[in-house]
């Protein structure tokens, strides 16, 4: 136990959000702006997009294109913060968390009634998850700011690192595989410079979109028809299995395979192939 | 504007997340919450373990490191999700944004109180900005789960997918640069081998950590010494030229370079060097 080194810190705490059919809203419908709407259009968010000021092209096109879920165009109102949810579901809510505030004495943890995590699932739905502003008027990127931290709302204000819960990074894509280069907001271009001169040329070489749904065809096959089971045992063996034979080929050869040689590979469970089963 | 075509969907939002010094709960103490605290301490969170288990003996260490703010061997208890916040703050945040609800007939948002804000910003530090639970125990992690949403906490839980607002990737990281590779969850495996096959061989024979520092030492005698400056065209003059500096440089040249060359290249500004400059 001598020898443990904790991790260095001074980082990011690198993360893959989840914004599938949740709300987030964009203020302003500039360059950025656009960026910003670019990056949450991967992720499948809901975007709302206020602007008093003129809107880019393109995000007028993507609002005609049926992409946005609102492009606003007047000028914001605090009360936007809280555009898609009902009257009164956020104060239901809280009142909701008062009255089971306290733990029971036995160290019993109550459980919501059904109504009551309905109410927080629908509320988890209207809210917005967070808000990007990307204005010149830091004033009021500060008031949204502050209005969001007391509604439990992320947020992120262009320029303004200080106030933000999150910043964004170069993003290489290439199907489900995504890969960020963040300096933790010390040099942005060299991230686009590694990106352009160091990661596409050696992923754009590979179908690595490929190797992903090999893979999944790999598991799912394993877990519905050659080793199939809930109990922990069962899961793990197939976890322990999925992990060595991932290994057992090459990047490059997982981008390449065909199912009928996974099938040969599956048929073969629990051992490992031969090295030249490929061939 | 025929020709628009908007980044394909089905990806995850990537972010580089700021918790640094900010409230992070983590309940449960076994492989997956030490590895939940590794990525937490590169982020220098205030890091809190709450578990009724047995605990991870370099989780331990971490705590007798003085790495954890606290490590609380007990049954979780739902009050914990407030364990920081002193009696009725989030009520009196709560009630000042009630106050301030209606943006005035004028279309001008009103300030809030130096007090107010104050309250709001001690709220942000004694709040847990996520949560992220480790057990088996999956009904409890639920709870918490409803419970998070209703205070406004982001959370990860383990293993469930659905109740994540968070997926962690491989992480590769050299000093403040970060590169994390994400499958968007469909094959944890494959991008633990892009890092260890792909990543790894390519960065560790650049000195990436100096090409970061050396673009920050550019851009501080810029702004300092050579084009200072606060209004909008000195920025832009800036960003400009750093932009193009940064491009005109191969990353190899950035990762060696000395001070000395650099306040050579400087003293040429708004000209850019000859090819062999660095020579």
Avoid at 200 to 210: A, G, H, K, T, W
Wanted: negative net charge; glycine residues 4%; hydrophobic residues 40%.
């Amino acid at each position: 136990m001598a020898d443990i080194v904790p991790p260095p810190p001074n980082g990011s705490l690198m993360l893959a959000w989840q914004v599938k059919n949740k709300h987030v809203l964009v203020v302003g419908a500039g360059d950025v702006a656009l960026s910003r709407v670019d990056h949450l259009l991967q992720a499948n968010a809901k975007i709302t997009v206020v602007t008093g000021e003129s809107v880019h092209p393109i995000l007028r096109k993507y609002h005609e294109m049926g992409l946005l879920e609102d492009l606003i165009v007047r000028n914001f109102r605090l009360s936007d913060l809280k555009l898609y949810e009902p009257k009164n579901i956020r104060q239901r809510v809280m009142e909701l968390d008062h009255d089971s505030d306290e733990d029971n004495d036995d160290g019993e943890i109550a459980a919501l009634s059904e109504e009551a995590v309905k109410l927080i699932e629908e509320f988890e739905q209207c809210k917005f998850k967070m808000v990007l502003t990307c204005i010149n008027d830091y004033p009021l990127s500060l008031r949204i700011w502050q209005k969001c931290k007391g509604l439990g709302i992320d947020v992120n204000l262009a320029d303004k690192p200080a106030n933000c819960d999150f910043y964004f990074g170069s993003v290489y894509r290439q199907g489900p595989l995504q890969i960020m280069i963040s300096t933790n907001g010390k040099s942005p271009r060299l991230c686009n410079r590694i990106k352009t001169k160091m990661l596409i040329p050696m992923f754009e070489v590979l179908d690595l979109e490929s190797a992903v749904e090999n893979l999944g065809y790999l598991r799912f096959q394993l877990q519905k028809v050659y080793h199939p089971g809930d109990d922990t045992k069962v899961i793990k063996e197939r976890m322990e299995w999925n992990r060595k034979i991932t290994d057992f080929y090459s990047i490059q050869d997982w981008c390449v395979m065909k199912h009928e040689s996974i099938d040969k590979i599956l048929k073969l469970y629990p051992e490992f192939p031969s090295a030249d089963t490929l061939k």
